[in-house]
């Protein structure tokens, strides 16, 4: 097949498979044992830069399972944005408030019985659903095919998820770009007017 | 990838409780909301484990009869991490705010605070 008049590489993906599935099952499962271990440590560690810091680990392994599950777009988003930007304001967020958290004064046990019973109850929900990577499940049987046929040559894009996110999904776009706006406001309005009272007091 | 069974979803859900634990164990504020990003990276992990189609790659257009995994997940959660990012940094902004008025980010702190007023 051709692209633009460029010859796509590999020829055919079914005649010479790129990466072994079995591969990808070791090391999806090795990246969500090292993700457990993360969040554990996130829940035992006192020193909030430490829990800082290993939510950027956190991040970092969920941006990995996503290319070895075949979202390439969603990795770097996740690289970049959670464990770049997200890093960076908690940081300076500890800056301002101190890297000391008190000891717990409650009993960690209404908690963890409130969480063991959500867990369970998650985990009885995954019995109805479909076996990972199964092509029959629900999910890929409505429009997913529209857009992975159609797409590339309606919008003219050959990354698909592109082709739904400025195109076919234009308007949900536009909402999110509202929503970062709206976002953007409320922490000008929380932290930059007060700066400017005290600025003006000061002076 | 049919031997994984339901292995991603099961992890998926102990990474969910793991953050729902921080986030009403916890009372220290940035805690809090480091165990609120937990929860919500967990969620998109199910979102994209649902999009993968056994023996697929990732949808950028190859070649004909090539198998591709599901975009339309991608899409979504290419969407909500931009809007996660967001909230965080409202939530984060918040918490300087508290810290500057109450001296403290420690949520019994807050409320002793606020009944002795």
């Known amino acids: ?203 | 990838m049919v031997l994984l069974g339901q292995f991603n979803y099961w992890v998926v859900f102990f990474l969910m409780m793991t953050g729902f634990y921080v986030v009403i164990a916890r009372g220290n504020l940035v805690a809090k909301i480091v165990g609120l990003n937990i929860f919500q990276t967990s969620v998109f992990l199910l979102y994209i484990s649902m999009g993968k189609v056994a023996g697929g790659t990732a949808p950028i257009v190859l070649a004909d009869g090539a198998l591709y995994s599901n975009p339309l997940p991608h899409v979504l959660i290419l969407t909500a991490i931009v809007v996660g990012v967001a909230t965080t940094a409202l939530g984060l902004a918040l918490v300087v705010r508290i810290k500057e008025a109450y001296g403290t980010i420690e949520e019994d702190e807050i409320h002793a605070k606020d009944d002795s007023l």
């Not at chain 1, 680990?57 to 777009?73: C, E, H, K, P, R």
């Not at chain 1, 690289?79 to 908690?90: D, E, K, N, P, Q």
């Not at chain 1, 867990?119 to 409505?142: S, Y």
């Not at chain 1, 309606?154 to 400025?166: F, I, Q």
């Open chain 1, 1 to 203: 097949m051709r692209w633009r008049g460029r010859p796509c590489i590999p020829a055919g993906i079914r005649a010479c498979p790129i990466r072994s599935a079995v591969i990808d099952q070791v090391i999806d499962v090795l990246l969500l044992i090292l993700l457990v271990i993360t969040a554990i440590a996130v829940v035992r560690i006192k020193s909030l830069f430490a829990v800082v810091m290993l939510f950027g680990i956190y991040s970092l392994i969920t941006a990995g399972i996503f290319v070895v599950l075949d979202a390439v777009d969603v990795a770097f988003t996740e690289a970049a944005v959670g464990a770049g930007i997200t890093t960076v304001l908690m940081l300076t967020t500890l800056a301002r408030t101190g890297h000391k958290q008190a000891p717990a004064r409650h009993s960690p046990a209404l908690p963890l019985t409130v969480v063991i019973i959500t867990g369970a109850v998650l985990f009885w929900g995954t019995q109805d659903m479909p076996r990972f990577a199964d092509p029959g499940a629900p999910i890929h049987l409505h429009v997913a095919d529209r857009y992975i046929e159609a797409g590339p040559e309606e919008v003219g894009v050959p990354n698909m998820v592109t082709a739904v996110l400025a195109s076919y999904r234009g308007f949900d776009t536009l909402g999110e770009v509202a929503v970062v706006f709206t976002a953007g406001v409320g922490v000008l309005a929380l932290l930059g007017v007060r700066r400017r009272r005290k600025g003006d007091g000061d002076g």
